[in-house]
């Protein structure tokens, strides 16, 4: 197995991993606000509409946007 596919395989058991810890424990937002944080990316100077990464933290925001603990790296999320 090549280095790039390992290192994809990990990344999508340590994705599958915290999210399954997210919904046991109640750490999801609602929609709502998920949305509500989505569209803040879509209109911020360092969203990669590509790969629909944030270019200062490097993370997923389709993902990131749904975890209630995480904040946006240039605070444009409001508090939830």
């Not at 197995?1 to 990344?11: A, E, G, I, P, W």
């Not at 999210?19 to 990316?41: M, P, S, V, W």
């Not at 209109?43 to 490097?58: L, P, V």
Request: charged letters at 25%.
């Amino acid at each position: 197995m090549s280095t790039l596919l390992r290192k994809f395989k990990l990344f999508l058991e340590t994705t599958q991993d915290i999210f399954a810890h997210a919904i046991e424990y109640g750490h999801l937002l609602d929609n709502q606000k998920a949305i509500n944080r989505l569209k803040t990316c879509n209109k911020c100077q360092y969203f990669m509409q590509s790969t629909q990464q944030c270019n200062r933290c490097g993370c997923f925001m389709f993902m990131k946007a749904r975890l209630a603990a995480t904040k946006c790296p240039e605070n444009k999320w409001e508090n939830e």
